[in-house]
């Protein structure tokens, strides 16, 4: 922007979790071994705003 003004922003942003596969046999006895790991999304977010610039 060349001049001053209201500006309008957006901001977004995405959720997301890891999902972890475990090794069912080693898990049975009390230990835990990470076999994968994925990110799952579980949604998002969007922020509107307006900013002055002088």
């Known amino acids: 922007m ?3 003004g209201n500006v309008e922003v ?3 942003v995405a959720l997301e ?6 090794d069912e046999k080693t898990l049975a006895w ?3 071994k990470v076999l994968s790991t994925t990110a799952e999304r579980v949604g998002s977010a969007t ?3 307006v900013i002055l610039v002088q």
Do not use: H, I, P, S
Request: charged share 35%.
């Open 47 to 49: 922020q509107k705003f």
């Open 2 to 4: 060349d001049a001053a």
């Open 30 to 32: 009390g230990n835990e």
């Open 17 to 22: 979790r890891e999902v972890r596969t475990l």
């Open 10 to 12: 957006a901001v977004t």
